[in-house]
């Protein structure tokens, strides 16, 4: 890196600006100083001369002098203009964006850093430029880089193009995996459903049977009050009924629990049925049995 921050080719282009600025100042002082060097030569023939006359030299003077330093900057103004498209017509040819810091430009510090270079360039050494700081313009880009450029869009296009299939594989497999998780929320909803079913079948059996048996009960202490002679062998038998009805409610309880338990297993369930099936078979036949000892009409 070399005095102004830039690396060599950059700063041999600022040091050839450098020149051809300090060529038009020159130019521009050589101008002021025949504006004032013609006042002398045309005017100053006399040796005394009033104040109108000296107020008229001077505005005449003020006059040429404005025009010429207008005109210059003007020019130095359009000279840079000039500067910056070259840089920005190159840069767009590789699709960049410049920046500019206008701010920077009264920076006094790096004016002074400018002046230092300027004069250790200029004025110490005296130095004649070399061929290679001549440069009427900045050098077109060749047909080289632009081949290295489609080269590079045409990867990046590719790159494109293979993130996007990989997108659209992703994509499907989401699909999948969403449509996979519809039909399992689906299929635990129908299972929900089936499992609630059979608890309320099972539920609504052991009300059947429960209304079965108070029925029994009143019927049996039916039979105890219009029996009085037969009162003894319808205790035991009550006894024995009982017994069996307390059995019957504990098989009913296991049986309910194992249901809770597998309730999904379709197998207990008709063991359940069965179990009650039975149940009511012995309760028929202790009704039969009972009805032996009711009165006749």
């Known amino acids: ?14 040091i050839s600006y450098m020149r051809f600025a300090r060529f038009k100042r020159g130019l521009c002082l050589k101008t002021v100083d025949s504006c004032f060097q013609d006042l002398k030569d045309s005017r100053l023939v ?8 000296v107020t008229d030299m ?6 040429v002098v404005h025009s010429e330093v207008e005109s210059e900057l003007i020019n130095t103004t359009y000279t840079n203009v000039l500067l910056l498209r070259q840089l920005f017509a190159q840069a767009e040819k590789w699709y960049l964006k410049l920046q500019t810091d206008i701010s920077e430009l009264e920076n006094r510090e790096l004016l002074e850093q400018v002046a230092e270079f300027e004069k250790s360039e200029f004025t110490s050494s005296n130095k004649k430029p070399s061929a290679d700081l001549i440069k009427p313009k900045l050098a077109p880009i060749n047909e080289g880089g632009s081949e290295l450029l489609n080269k590079a869009v045409a990867c990046l296009q590719e790159e494109n193009e293979k993130l996007k299939t990989r997108l659209r594989t992703i994509e499907i497999q989401a699909t999948a995996a969403l449509d996979e998780k519809s039909k399992l929320e ?17 539920n ?22 219009d029996s009085t002679a037969n009162q003894k062998s319808l205790e035991e038998n009550l006894v024995t009924t009982k017994h069996d009805l307390l059995k019957l409610q504990d098989q009913l309880s296991t049986a309910e629990k194992e249901l809770e338990k597998k309730f999904q297993q379709t197998a207990a369930y008709r063991n359940m049925k ?7 078979e ?13 009165p006749e009409d």
Do not use: P, W
């Open 204 to 225: 609504k059996d052991i009300t059947e049977l429960e209304n079965r048996v108070a029925a029994l009960k009143c019927q049996l202490e039916k039979t105890l009050n």
């Open 186 to 202: 689906k299929s635990l909803k129908d299972l929900q459903m089936i499992q609630g079913d059979q608890k309320t079948n099972v």
């Open 274 to 280: 069965e179990i009650l099936t039975k149940k009511n």
């Open 282 to 294: 012995q309760i028929k036949d202790l009704r039969r049995r009972l009805s032996k000892y009711e």
């Open 58 to 63: 001077l505005d005449g003077l003020q006059t």
């Open 46 to 53: 006399e040796e005394t001369f009033t104040v109108d006359e």
């Open 1 to 14: 890196m070399a005095e102004l921050g830039l690396n060599e080719h950059h700063q041999n282009e600022a």
